[in-house]
């Protein structure tokens, strides 16, 4: 979310998933006894832009084998400057503010024709603008715009798709952090010149759809953020304005992101933070449900499936102020059609059992190490794989002790049991060790270790 990791692999994981579904015919279903347990996925606009309507059935069969039938498409058009684009077929009054349609498909219709379909309901998200609404939250004029935008957006897709069974609700990809907003002015400027209107709109649009936002709070020392206490007053300010005229609609579903994959927070400091802005929705809009969007990705500049045992502890963490769990996002990063299957027939372990497993791979052995060849100034490893109950999804290999890196799985199999670590001083000698983790996030004793002198 916030971290958007999305730009930085857009390209790739589109093309990757071309390969991935011809291996998507594993899955693991699961009973849904575990508590708690995620209910929704967000999915990214781009990401399902060239799906056939088999792949849809595909993505949907997945989720629910996960005790998933929620989905949120996080945003069905771009109003960034130069990216002006809908995941549609626009019409004639979103055409005429600029956009044209990115996709080869109408992502809009074939979601809600497979979600009547399939059970699944669908939460459909307006537009996102990365490179303006950081820095405009509280200007009056650009919220204007994109109000405009939103409106338009709005009209067009409840016309055309408003008749969908599946078509559950409306989701407001503008993310509102505690960095933004932070005086009372700008809270009510956002209020007044964006989402009190928009709301309005929305209910209008389609009456029976929820409203969804997903804010997120910055826990990061140093990034000039307000604090917890004030993240709490930002909230009531924000739900007393939007109760204070007639004029502004009904906000339906809070699903605040945890930003632990994010690194914006760590699973000891949830509780306070749910709980602050629990506090804000029962002291002034109780009837608003407050979710967790559990992060099931760790680290946004290299991004990789997080493992489950920490996505457990961040629900546990919230569970006292929550009734429901969505994730950024299970669809993408725990799903068998782009990860390894390991990560979901562990999540269905969970499911059944209610715990996470927790037995380790054994350690990888047999670790030799062998220069690369004279001035290559690189240094070739290979060992024997290590093996697990489940699956192992990486090696983390270590050089003097230190992490060099690690070396993920592909969609079926264990990961690649060799490693050149380049880039080494000729005639230095290095000595390394390897572990194995599983999905869960078990982690295997070292190897036997290995030296090699760089050439």
């Known amino acids: 979310m916030k971290s958007r990791p999305r730009e930085s692999r857009s390209l790739w994981m589109v093309l990757f998933f071309l390969l991935a579904s011809l291996a998507a015919g594993t899955s693991f279903a699961a009973t849904c006894n575990a ?129 969908h069974p599946s078509f559950v609700g409306w989701y407001l990809p503008f993310e509102v952090d505690n960095c933004q907003l932070q005086s009372l002015t700008d809270q009510q400027t956002f209020v007044d010149h964006f989402l009190g209107p928009l709301t309005k709109s929305l209910n209008a649009a389609k009456s029976n759809a929820k409203i969804y936002m997903s804010p997120v709070f910055d826990g990061v020392p140093g990034d000039g953020c307000g604090s917890i206490s004030a993240w709490s007053t930002e909230w009531k300010n924000m739900f007393q304005r939007l109760k204070s005229s007639s004029n502004y609609g009904n906000l339906n579903v ?60 961040d629900m546990k963490a919230v569970a006292p102020y929550v009734s429901g769990y969505t994730s950024f996002t299970y669809a993408e990063y725990y799903s068998p059609q782009f990860v390894n299957s390991a990560y979901s027939a562990t999540y269905a372990n969970y499911l059944s059992s209610g715990s996470v497993e927790s037995s380790a791979p054994t350690a990888p052995w047999n670790l030799s190490a062998r220069s690369a060849g004279s001035r290559t100034r690189k240094i070739n490893l290979a060992w024997t794989a290590a093996t697990d109950n489940i699956g192992v999804v990486a090696y983390k290999v270590f050089r003097n002790g230190s992490l060099v890196n690690t070396i993920y799985a592909g969609l079926t199999g264990g990961p690649t049991t060799n490693y050149t670590d380049s880039g080494l001083t000729r005639g230095t000698t290095y000595t390394y060790q390897v572990s194995a983790f599983d999905a869960a996030g078990n982690i295997s004793s070292q190897s036997n270790s290995a030296s090699a002198t760089a050439n």
Not at 115 to 144: F, K
């Open 35 to 163: 508590s708690p347990r995620l209910n929704s996925s967000f999915i990214e606009g781009y990401y399902p832009s060239d799906w056939t309507t088999g792949q849809w059935d595909t993505t949907y069969a997945n989720l629910k084998n996960a005790c998933i039938t929620n989905l949120i498409i996080q945003y069905t058009a771009q109003s960034d400057p130069n990216i002006m684009i809908t995941y549609y077929p626009p019409g004639s009054a979103v055409s005429a503010l600029g956009f044209t349609q990115g996709s080869s498909t109408d992502v809009l219709g074939n979601a809600l024709t497979r979600g009547d379909a399939d059970g699944v309901s669908v939460v459909i998200g307006l537009q996102l603008n990365e490179t303006e609404w950081w820095s405009n939250a509280g200007n009056a004029a650009w919220l204007d715009n994109q109000l405009k935008i939103a409106k338009a957006l709005a009209q067009d897709i409840a016309s055309r798709y408003g008749s």
């Open 254 to 313: 809070i699903t605040q992101q945890d930003g632990v994959g994010a690194l914006l927070n760590q699973t000891s400091g949830l509780a306070s933070i749910y709980s602050a802005l629990k506090n804000a929705i029962t002291m002034y809009d109780p009837s608003v449900v407050l979710w967790s969007n559990t992060e099931v990705y760790s680290d946004p500049n290299n991004p990789n499936p997080m493992p489950l045992k920490t996505v457990v502890a």
